[in-house]
C-alpha cells in the first residue's frame, strides 16, 4: 500500500515559506486571493513570533525569490534525511544551496522545531483523516501504476497543508507526490471530491514518469520557435517541454478516467484551462503508444513528443 502521511522536511522548508509569505504571494500573483488561513497557520504565527529576528527568513525571502521553479526547494529537502541531522541521502548528490541546508538545520535546532511538530501532531492527524479514505484510494491509484507499468514501492503521497499546488517530485531513491488542500472551513480541511484527489494523483504520479521520459526524447533546439501563450505562462508553463509534459499526462488521466460524467468534466476543466487539443493527444496515445492496456515507453515516444508540438502550435 501506498503510503500517505506528513512529511518533516516539507513542513520545516514549507513553515519558512509561509513566515516569508512566499505561497501567499503565489497565490495572490496567479489566483488572484491568498490561500485559506486555519488553525495551523495560525499556531505557526504565535509559535515563531519569538524567532522574527532569526537570519532564514531574510535570506529565505532572497533565495526564493531568485528561484523561478517554484518546487526547487520541496525537491531540495526531499534529498535530504530527515531533521534535526538532514543528512545528504546520497554522497554524489550536490547542490549550490549546500549553505542553505546548513541555515536549515541551524533554524531546526534554534527553534526547537521538533517541539513545534509535536505540538500541532493533533493537526497532523486531522488533516491525514479529512483527506481520503487510504485503502479506497490505494485501489483507484492502481491502475496509474498499471498502466504506465511502473511499481508503486518507491512512492510516498505527502500530504502538506502550505503549499499552493501539487507536485510530483523524483529523487533518486524516491517518487513523492505533494498534495495540498485548497480550502478549510467548518473545521475541516477540504481536497475535493474523491473523484478530484484521484485524478490529480493520477497525473502527478504521471509526472514521474513522463517527464524523464520527454527530457530523454526532446530536443529543445529543433523547438525553439514554440510561442508560449499567456494562459500557460499564468499557470507557471512557461516553456515547450513543461507543456509537452501537461498535455501528456492530462491525456493519459482522461484517458483512465472510465466514469462518464468525471470524464466530460475533467475534459471541460483541461479545455479551459488551455489545452484545447486535449482529445487529440489522448487519442494519439490511444492508437499509437497503448498495447494490451500498457503505455509504450521506447523510442516511438518521440512521435507522440512531435505530435504534442504540432497541437501546440
Given at each position: 500500500?501506498?503510503?500517505?502521511?506528513?512529511?518533516?522536511?516539507?513542513?520545516?522548508?514549507?513553515?519558512?515559506q509561509t513566515l516569508c509569505n512566499y505561497w501567499d504571494n503565489l497565490a495572490q500573483k496567479y489566483s488572484g486571493k491568498k490561500l485559506f488561513?486555519?488553525?495551523?497557520?495560525?499556531?505557526?504565527?504565535?509559535?515563531?513570533?519569538?524567532?522574527?529576528?532569526?537570519?532564514?527568513?531574510?535570506?529565505?525571502?532572497?533565495?526564493?525569490?531568485?528561484?523561478?521553479d517554484i518546487s526547487a526547494f520541496l525537491t531540495l529537502v526531499l534529498n535530504f534525511s530527515n531533521p534535526p541531522q538532514m543528512s545528504k541521502i546520497f554522497d554524489h548528490y550536490e547542490n549550490?544551496?549546500?549553505?542553505?541546508?546548513?541555515?536549515?538545520?541551524?533554524?531546526?535546532?534554534?527553534?526547537?522545531f521538533d517541539r513545534f511538530?509535536?505540538?500541532?501532531?493533533?493537526?497532523?492527524?486531522k488533516i491525514l483523516n479529512d483527506f481520503s479514505n487510504k485503502e479506497e484510494l490505494n485501489k483507484e491509484i492502481k491502475i496509474i501504476f498499471e498502466y504506465l507499468d511502473i511499481e508503486n514501492i518507491n512512492y510516498k503521497i505527502i500530504i502538506s497543508p502550505l503549499v499552493f499546488g501539487n507536485f510530483g517530485i523524483n529523487t533518486d531513491t524516491k517518487n513523492y507526490i505533494i498534495k495540498s488542500p485548497f480550502d478549510y472551513k467548518d473545521d475541516k480541511y477540504i481536497f475535493g471530491p474523491k473523484e478530484s484527489i484521484r485524478n490529480n494523483i493520477w497525473h502527478e504520479i504521471g509526472h514521474t514518469a513522463i517527464n524523464d521520459l520527454t527530457k530523454k526524447y526532446f530536443d529543445i533546439t529543433k523547438y525553439k520557435q514554440i510561442e508560449i501563450s499567456?494562459?500557460?505562462?499564468?499557470?507557471?508553463?512557461?516553456?515547450?517541454?513543461?507543456?509537452?509534459?501537461?498535455?501528456?499526462?492530462?491525456?493519459?488521466?482522461?484517458?483512465?478516467?472510465?466514469?462518464?460524467?468525471?470524464?466530460?468534466?475533467?475534459?471541460d476543466y483541461e479545455i479551459k484551462s488551455g489545452f484545447r487539443e486535449i482529445e487529440k493527444v489522448k487519442k494519439f496515445i490511444?492508437?499509437?503508444?497503448?498495447?494490451?492496456?500498457?503505455?509504450?515507453?521506447?523510442?516511438?515516444?518521440?512521435?507522440?513528443?512531435?505530435?504534442?508540438v504540432g497541437v501546440i502550435g
Open positions: 500500500m501506498m503510503e500517505i502521511d506528513i512529511d518533516h522536511r516539507i513542513e520545516l522548508i514549507t513553515v519558512i488561513f486555519c488553525e495551523y497557520k495560525e499556531n505557526i504565527i504565535k509559535y515563531f513570533e519569538a524567532f522574527k529576528q532569526n537570519e532564514i527568513p531574510d535570506l529565505c525571502n532572497k533565495l526564493f525569490n531568485d528561484e523561478t549550490k544551496y549546500e549553505y542553505f541546508i546548513d541555515s536549515l538545520r541551524k533554524f531546526y535546532k534554534e527553534t526547537k511538530l509535536e505540538n500541532n501532531q493533533y493537526i497532523y492527524d499567456e494562459i500557460f505562462i499564468n499557470k507557471f508553463y512557461n516553456n515547450a517541454e513543461t507543456i509537452i509534459n501537461e498535455y501528456i499526462v492530462r491525456a493519459i488521466a482522461n484517458l483512465l478516467e472510465k466514469e462518464n460524467n468525471c470524464a466530460r468534466a475533467l475534459l490511444f492508437e499509437n503508444c497503448s498495447v494490451n492496456n500498457k503505455f509504450i515507453k521506447d523510442d516511438s515516444y518521440a512521435k507522440l513528443v512531435n505530435f504534442v
